[in-house]
T-cell receptor, first 115, second 114 residues
């Protein structure tokens, strides 16, 4: 069964460093998402991506964040200069269609630790 | 803004016990409602969904009914198994969002003991 994959499973980085989190969505899906979950808090929407551009983003997704689909299979989240508060589990998701009633398929997550 | 509230966990039950995990929401209009489950080391998986009032979603013995009058979507299962131990997330997707972004509750950890 097709699944969303994410690498790495755990990333440790120093404050101020750039990190790139990678995701491979399900191949025929059209909508892609990033969410994050700070330890002990809710899963929060960061950004959605469709047709090679951002379709919606949250207040969390500021200029330090960017997303890219560089080669038609990978979907990446870049954090330019990490802060301690960026430490979280980051989930990638994809969906065959957008809209409010369609299932999103999630990857297992990347745990980012900023020291 | 839109929000989802779940009962605090962890919930600890014995095998074959009845499960209820409460979920209430705040949203304008007519959101779709979801329950996702996360097993250890895995991503979130859709468990069930309901897209309009009075719809009942069901899967693997779990069910939840979209109650607009009480803005609730409580998850129930008649007889839990050890394999149901996981974290359960209630979520909504608002109609005004073309992309279908999900707004999650805080998650409820279920532990089922043999």
């Amino acid at each position: 069964e097709p699944e969303v994959t994410q690498t790495p499973s755990h990333q440790v980085t120093q404050m101020g460093q750039e990190v790139i989190l990678r995701c491979v969505p399900i191949s025929n899906h059209l909508y892609f998402y990033w969410y994050r979950q700070i330890l002990g808090q809710k899963v929060e929407f960061l950004v959605s991506f469709y047709n090679n551009e951002i379709s919606e983003k949250s207040e969390i997704f500021d200029d330090q964040f960017s997303v890219e689909r560089p080669d038609g299979s990978n979907f990446t989240l870049k954090i330019r200069s990490t802060k301690l508060e960026d430490s979280a589990m980051y989930f990638c998701a994809s969906s065959p269609l957008g809209g409010r009633s369609h299932e999103q398929y999630f990857g297992p997550g990347t745990r980012l630790t900023v020291t | 803004g839109d929000s989802v509230t779940q009962m605090e966990g962890p919930v600890t039950l014995s095998e074959e016990a009845f499960l209820t995990i409460n979920c209430t929401y705040t949203a304008t209009g007519y959101p779709s409602l979801f329950w996702y489950v996360q097993y250890p080391g895995e991503g979130l998986q859709l468990l069930l969904k309901a897209t309009k009032a009075d719809d009942k979603g069901s899967n693997k013995g779990f069910e939840a009914t979209y109650r607009k009058e009480t803005t609730s979507f409580h998850l129930e299962k008649g007889s839990v198994q050890v394999s149901d131990s996981a974290v359960y997330f209630c979520a909504l997707s608002h109609g005004s969002s073309n992309t279908g972004k999900l707004i999650f509750g805080q998650g409820t950890t279920l532990q089922v003991k043999p």
